[in-house]
Nanobody, 123 residues
Framework: VQLQASGGGLVQAGGSLRLSCAAS????????IGWFRQAPGEEREWVSC????????FYSQSAKGRFTISRDKAKNTVDLQMNSLQPEDTAVYYC?????????????????WGQGTQVTVSS
């Protein structure tokens, strides 16, 4: 199983970015794919996830209304569209895959991790 996150960058406050997680060795229908972020000196924080078997989506309170998670089964990717970005969204963003949980929101629940992609939001 390999996960590859991409799409990070530098954006001004109020701007948008679209992150993408390319999955190989994973059938999206079988997994929950989640996005986490980690700011310097902080713990890794769950942002959102999409459940493979039914496409249900879930968001943290900070992401709700601004971020949208989606999947493209043909491309085997899961994207995170982030709008209205603020400086507090600055972090390294990671995607991860979980086989067994219904709505995994903690680091320990996920089985596989990709490398991170840096998102920096300037004020």
């Amino acid at each position: 199983v390999q996960l590859q996150a991409s799409g990070g960058g530098l954006v001004q406050a109020g701007g948008s970015l679209r992150l993408s997680c390319a999955a190989s060795g994973v059938i999206l229908d079988d997994y929950v794919i989640g996005w986490f972020r980690q700011a310097p000196g902080e713990e890794r924080e769950w942002v959102s996830c999409i459940r493979g078997r039914d496409g249900s989506t879930f968001y943290s309170q900070s992401a709700k209304g601004r971020f949208t998670i989606s999947r493209d089964k043909a491309k085997n990717t899961v994207d995170l569209q982030m709008n209205s970005l603020q400086p507090e969204d600055t972090a390294v963003y990671y995607c991860a895959a979980d086989l067994s949980s219904e709505v995994p929101r903690t680091v320990l629940e996920y089985d596989y991790w990709g490398q991170g992609t840096q998102v920096t939001v300037s004020s």
